[in-house]
């Protein structure tokens, strides 16, 4: 299945836009496996898994479901669109902010915005939950990083690395 | 040419820059970011390497990182064009941007291509190892999570609108722009700026 990259580019633009704090999984998993059929819910797992071990921004998944919906093209097409129109509007925010950090409404915004970005996150984990924890072990492993990570300054790649062996180990 | 001080306050640091940013600069800075940054903390891995050359001081970078979080799109990369446009404008900008995104590209293209590019698809032992890495990432995620739902928990009707946002996106499975307009829209309500204050 090869996907049309403009259509790549522009379905990842919006999926940048309508992210806050971080990537928006549950509408990622809404376009990108229920509507476009681009990628399957253990794609999207595995991709998710990838970015963690990557250098740079976790993000990088996505480079990772352009790639499984267009090739190579896809894979740019998904890269640009969504890092780079948000990229531009907080360059743009940036030059624009001595006037926006006296504007009265602006506390109120980011309070208002953050129960809103809670919501997406723990969402968020609740898709990755779906496809990732499919038995007993794969759910202890979670809980063990979760742990690990709060009570120590492990690093995370450090951690989803050894994860990997536990799993390749395991046959998970 | 120095872009403008990022607040009014900004006089009262002192580090004075051994040498001026470039755009080159600002690339080569960002690319050391990302490959540091393996496994996150992006955000604390930028002001480490900024603080370390004397280009930003930590009001300014603080500004920036709470800038970052408000606007849409990842934060680390929001960050990086943020800085880059307050350091060297426009240039400045599409370049930090490039640099915290090249090495991570290159990496994930190639293990695009070894994951996807098989015939007869992944290897039992692969896909079992990447199982078990996206059980840790699930955790990389909560740990990510706690700090935002903490803080959101503290703002007024916090944990009514993240519990509704949560239970709108995940259970009911609704468009993303509708609940966020309704949620942004009740958040402002109940804490909208009062006369007096």
Same mark, same amino acid.
């Given at each position: 299945?090869?996907?049309?990259?403009?259509?790549?580019?522009l379905?990842?633009?919006?999926?940048?836009?309508?992210?806050?704090?971080?990537?928006?999984l549950?509408?990622?998993?809404?376009?990108?496996?229920?509507?476009?059929?681009?990628?399957?819910?253990?794609?999207?797992?595995?991709?998710?898994?990838?970015?963690?071990?990557?250098?740079?921004?976790?993000?990088?998944?996505?480079?990772?479901?352009?790639?499984?919906?267009?090739?190579?093209?896809?894979?740019?097409?998904?890269?640009?669109?969504?890092?780079?129109?948000?990229?531009?509007?907080?360059?743009?925010?940036?030059?624009?902010?001595?006037?926006?950090?006296?504007?009265?409404?602006?506390?109120?915004?980011?309070?208002?915005?953050?129960?809103?970005?809670?919501?997406?996150?723990?969402?968020?984990?609740?898709?990755?939950?779906?496809?990732?924890?499919h038995?007993?072990?794969?759910?202890?492993?979670?809980?063990?990083?979760?742990?690990l990570?709060?009570?120590?300054?492990?690093?995370?790649?450090?951690?989803?690395?050894?994860?990997?062996?536990?799993?390749?180990?395991?046959?998970? | 040419?120095?872009?403008?001080?990022?607040?009014?306050?900004?006089?009262?640091?002192?580090?004075?820059?051994?040498?001026?940013? #470039? /755009?080159?600069?600002?690339?080569? $800075?960002?690319v050391g =970011?990302?490959?540091? &940054?393996?496994? +996150? *903390? @992006? !955000?604390?891995?930028?002001?480490?390497?900024?603080?370390?050359?004397?280009?930003?001081?930590?009001?300014?970078?603080?500004?920036?990182?709470?800038?970052?979080?408000?606007?849409?799109?990842?934060?680390?990369?929001?960050?990086?064009?943020?800085?880059?446009?307050?350091?060297?404008?426009?240039?400045?900008?599409?370049?930090?941007?490039?640099?915290?995104? #090249? /090495?991570?590209?290159?990496?994930? $293209?190639?293990?695009? =291509?070894?994951?996807? &590019?098989?015939? +007869? *698809? @992944? !290897?039992?032992?692969?896909?079992?190892?990447?199982?078990?890495?996206?059980?840790?990432?699930?955790?990389?995620?909560?740990?990510?999570?706690?700090?935002?739902?903490?803080?959101?928990l503290?703002?007024?009707?916090?944990?009514?609108?993240?519990?509704?946002?949560?239970?709108?996106?995940?259970?009911?499975?609704?468009?993303?722009?509708?609940?966020?307009?309704?949620?942004?829209?009740?958040?402002?309500?109940?804490?909208?700026?009062?006369?007096?204050?």
């Amino acid at each position: 299945m090869t996907a049309d990259a403009w259509d790549i580019l522009l379905t990842f633009t919006r999926l940048g836009l309508v992210s806050f704090g971080g990537a928006n999984l549950p509408e990622i998993e809404r376009v990108l496996v229920e509507h476009k059929g681009w990628i399957t819910p253990q794609l999207l797992a595995n991709g998710f898994a990838l970015g963690q071990v990557m250098p740079g921004p976790n993000m990088l998944a996505m480079t990772h479901y352009g790639f499984a919906a267009g090739g190579w093209w896809g894979a740019l097409a998904a890269t640009a669109g969504f890092y780079g129109p948000t990229a531009l509007l907080s360059a743009a925010a940036m030059l624009a902010w001595q006037r926006l950090s006296r504007w009265r409404w602006l506390p109120p915004l980011r309070s208002a915005l953050l129960p809103f970005g809670a919501g997406v996150l723990l969402a968020g984990a609740l898709v990755l939950a779906r496809s990732s924890l499919h038995s007993w072990p794969a759910a202890l492993m979670a809980v063990a990083a979760f742990v690990l990570l709060q009570r120590t300054r492990v690093n995370p790649a450090v951690v989803v690395l050894g994860a990997a062996g536990l799993g390749a180990v395991l046959g998970l | 040419m120095p872009a403008p001080a990022l607040s009014p306050t900004a006089p009262d640091h002192p580090a004075q820059p051994q040498r001026p940013p #470039t /755009p080159l600069g600002l690339l080569r $800075l960002f690319v050391g =970011v990302a490959l540091v &940054g393996i496994g +996150g *903390g @992006l !955000p604390a891995h930028t002001r480490r390497a900024l603080a370390a050359r004397g280009w930003l001081s930590d009001a300014a970078f603080a500004e920036a990182f709470t800038l970052a979080q408000l606007t849409p799109g990842p934060n680390a990369v929001n960050l990086a064009a943020m800085i880059g446009a307050h350091l060297c404008g426009p240039r400045g900008a599409a370049l930090a941007v490039v640099g915290i995104l #090249t /090495p991570g590209l290159i990496a994930m $293209l190639a293990a695009s =291509v070894v994951t996807l &590019g098989l015939p +007869g *698809g @992944l !290897p039992p032992t692969l896909q079992s190892a990447l199982r078990g890495a996206a059980c840790a990432a699930l955790g990389v995620m909560l740990t990510a999570a706690v700090p935002v739902v903490k803080v959101a928990l503290g703002v007024r009707g916090g944990a009514v609108l993240a519990g509704a946002t949560f239970v709108a996106l995940a259970a009911l499975k609704l468009d993303l722009l509708p609940v966020l307009a309704v949620v942004v829209a009740a958040g402002l309500t109940l804490n909208r700026p009062r006369s007096g204050e």
